[in-house]
């Protein structure tokens, strides 16, 4: 329902994340303000979700010094959720995510809203490849996913 607040990761929400998907990663700069990243997400169960950070950004700096974060999903069929936690470090570097240097964090899950909103289905969150590396982009997207559920 929407607005709801549960203190899991929902079935529906768990099963989409399971397999991995993209998402924005949400942090809270030292100034006050908010901040959005692109990363790849995935579930481990309801209580645990996965994600990449960009080793020396801002999102990056953000999380070592609050210890929170927030993930926003889209999906298909209305699916749409805020996901709020703690995080911790888990891995200096994603290797499948190379020559990108990602950092795995791992967020304890305090809430999932539902943020869906009936009538109106949002379009999923997905990345478009250049189609001469279509190809080889999904191949690392899905070793990436691999190697944060490990």
Same mark, same amino acid.
Do not use: C
């Given at each position: 329902?929407?607005?709801?607040?549960?203190?899991?990761?929902?079935?529906?929400?768990?099963?989409?994340?399971?397999?991995?998907?993209?998402?924005?990663?949400?942090?809270?700069?030292?100034?006050?303000?908010? $901040? $959005?990243?692109?990363? !790849?997400?995935?579930?481990?169960?309801? #209580?645990?979700?996965? +994600?990449?950070?960009?080793?020396?950004?801002?999102?990056?700096?953000?999380?070592?010094?609050?210890?929170?974060?927030?993930?926003?999903?889209?999906?298909?069929?209305?699916?749409?959720?805020?996901? #709020?936690?703690?995080?911790?470090?888990?891995?200096?570097?994603?290797?499948?995510?190379?020559?990108?240097?990602?950092?795995?964090?791992?967020?304890?899950?305090?809430?999932?809203?539902?943020? $869906?909103?009936?009538?109106?289905?949002?379009?999923?969150?997905?990345?478009? !490849?250049?189609?001469?590396?279509?190809?080889?982009?999904?191949?690392?997207?899905?070793?990436? +996913? $691999?190697?944060?559920?490990?």
């Amino acid at each position: 329902m929407p607005g709801t607040i549960t203190p899991d990761l929902p079935e529906k929400l768990l099963a989409y994340l399971r397999p991995g998907a993209p998402a924005l990663l949400l942090t809270t700069g030292a100034d006050g303000y908010p $901040s $959005s990243a692109y990363t !790849w997400a995935v579930a481990l169960d309801g #209580k645990r979700a996965r +994600f990449g950070v960009d080793e020396g950004g801002s999102a990056y700096g953000n999380i070592q010094r609050s210890g929170q974060a927030a993930l926003h999903v889209i999906g298909p069929d209305n699916l749409a959720y805020l996901i #709020k936690g703690a995080t911790r470090f888990l891995k200096q570097r994603i290797d499948a995510a190379a020559p990108a240097r990602m950092v795995l964090f791992e967020m304890e899950v305090f809430g999932a809203r539902d943020q $869906s909103f009936p009538g109106v289905t949002a379009t999923p969150f997905h990345y478009e !490849w250049p189609a001469d590396q279509r190809d080889a982009m999904r191949k690392m997207e899905q070793a990436v +996913f $691999s190697e944060m559920r490990a």
